[in-house]
């Protein structure tokens, strides 16, 4: 069982009211509503079974719901979804020396999104029908089937696997609201991976696999889930090669080269709805989604403590490039490209009732596109981006996390109170530029061709408690 429950606003603002005569005034809200809200909880439970001959199989029925608000439009998602796995020995069938195992398995997923207080958009400046594109109550069903093998002999294993999923949705149509729509996709993935044991401490490894999702929002957002199934799904197509290294039974280190060919991916063109000098207009939200390919290539190092001493942890570093083929700037950098990414977490357990722990983030900016300035105007976005698409970069960002935990330790189970500081270096993060800045305001700041830079600077304390049976 789990939840949280997260608010982002003004303690207090002034509004516009009117007195008992029916006059004009000001005054304060002490509880104004918030800009955004965020919350969830979950309940998984799970049964496993042994069976006879070494076999296994395990149930799981998780619920969920999931709230979401934004000004004073909300979105509540229910989240229903049971899975069974099964794991079967045939090893019985082949020779000494060799052993199979047979892994089935179904999971059902069902969402229903409901607007308690129905569409409006004028507090969010949107339009009806582009809010429906996003926000639409309706039911998505995700049906999914897979099976794989585990062949292994001597220091070799090969474990190839399939796995179908189907998406349905049925809903008020975004564009006719007294008429249903259903959309549906599906996807069908065969995947491959290999493991040789070439010495004592050292496995090679390499996969090869198809991978098709849902056109989701770049950031999870409760409610904003499985829109524009009607398009298709987004498709990668990836392999990998890597090795991992066990350290004196203390530490496993692993690194993997991956490649991967993207395609049908949905991105969003901020340039559709500007005209020719950079005013922004974006009144029609659907032509802003658009489809592009691309590929993604990189680097993912690992060093993982063996969790079982009182020093625990992982250090990961990712070197990435991705790319994508955009109908206007071509060949460019994707909007979500980071070159550097680096997590360290470690965790000290004192003793039994106590302990710390810490996680260090660092990523490298994101793309943009840098506008310059052309006969003292900002040149507009819509030539930029032609031009020189995302040929500059956000400033880097760097979060500290601290954690304090305290266990109490009873007859049947184990209390956990914890107390979590996210970004306690208080450390600033340019989000993005405004792309809808107009060209000829002198007024807006400009730095290094980032238009009045949008940041957000934060300490977010959290205190939990956690119980363990």
């Not at 069982?1 to 809200?29: C, K, Q």
């Not at 290294?245 to 692993?254: F, V």
Request: aromatic letters at 10%.
């Amino acid at each position: 069982v789990m939840g949280s429950y997260d608010e982002l606003g003004r303690r207090e603002e002034l509004v516009e009211d009117t007195n008992e005569f029916g006059e004009a005034v000001v005054r304060i809200d002490h509880d104004p509503t918030p800009f955004l809200r965020f919350e969830f909880h979950r309940i998984d439970q799970r049964v496993r079974q042994r069976l006879s001959g070494g076999g296994r199989m395990e149930y799981v029925l998780a619920l969920g719901l999931d709230r979401a608000g934004f000004s004073d439009v909300r979105v509540n998602e229910w989240r229903v979804a049971p899975r069974i796995d099964a794991r079967l020995p045939l090893g019985k069938f082949l020779g000494p020396g060799q052993d199979l195992e047979l892994g089935l398995g179904i999971d059902q997923e069902i969402q229903i999104f409901r607007l308690p207080n129905g569409l409006a958009g004028e507090s969010l400046g949107a339009s009806l029908e582009d809010l429906a594109l996003l926000l639409a109550e309706r039911v998505v069903s995700v049906t999914g089937l897979y099976a794989d093998l585990a062949y292994r002999r001597g220091r070799f294993e090969a474990r190839p696997g399939l796995r179908v999923d189907t998406w349905v949705q049925f809903g008020a149509s975004p564009y006719l609201p007294q008429a249903r729509t259903v959309s549906s996709a599906t996807g069908v993935d065969p995947r491959l991976l290999l493991r040789e044991q070439v010495g004592e401490r050292w496995v090679l490894r390499q996969s090869l696999g198809l991978y098709h999702q849902p056109p989701d929002p770049p950031l999870p957002i409760p409610g904003l889930e499985s829109i524009g199934l009607e398009t298709g799904l987004q498709r990668n197509i990836q392999g990998s090669f890597g090795w991992e290294w066990t350290i004196a039974d203390r530490a496993t280190l692993t690194q993997d080269a991956y490649l991967g060919r993207l395609s049908n991916m949905q991105d969003y063109e901020l340039t559709q709805g500007i005209d020719s000098v950079g005013a922004g207009s974006g009144d029609e939200f659907d032509d802003a989604l658009i489809r592009v390919s691309g590929w993604a290539w990189g680097l993912e190092t690992m060093l993982r403590l063996n969790p079982d001493g009182r020093i625990y942890g992982w250090l990961a570093y990712t070197l990435s490039w991705s790319f994508r083929d955009y109908p206007l700037g071509g060949w460019a950098p994707a909007t979500w490209d980071q070159r550097h990414i680096l997590n360290a977490v470690v965790g000290w357990a004192i003793n039994p009732k106590w302990r710390l722990g810490g996680r260090l983030h660092v990523n490298s900016g994101r793309p943009y596109t840098a506008r310059r300035m052309v006969d003292g105007e900002l040149e507009s976005l819509a030539t930029a981006i032609v031009d020189h698409r995302n040929d500059a970069r956000l400033p880097p960002f760097m979060q500290l996390d601290l954690r304090v935990e305290r266990i109490f330790t009873l007859r049947e189970f184990r209390l956990h109170l914890y107390l979590d500081l996210a970004n306690a270096n208080f450390a600033r993060e340019v989000l993005q530029c405004d792309s809808l800045a107009q060209t000829n305001d002198l007024t807006v700041e400009v730095i290094d061709g980032c238009v009045n830079p949008q940041a957000i600077r934060y300490v977010l304390p959290a205190l939990g408690l956690r119980a363990v049976f």
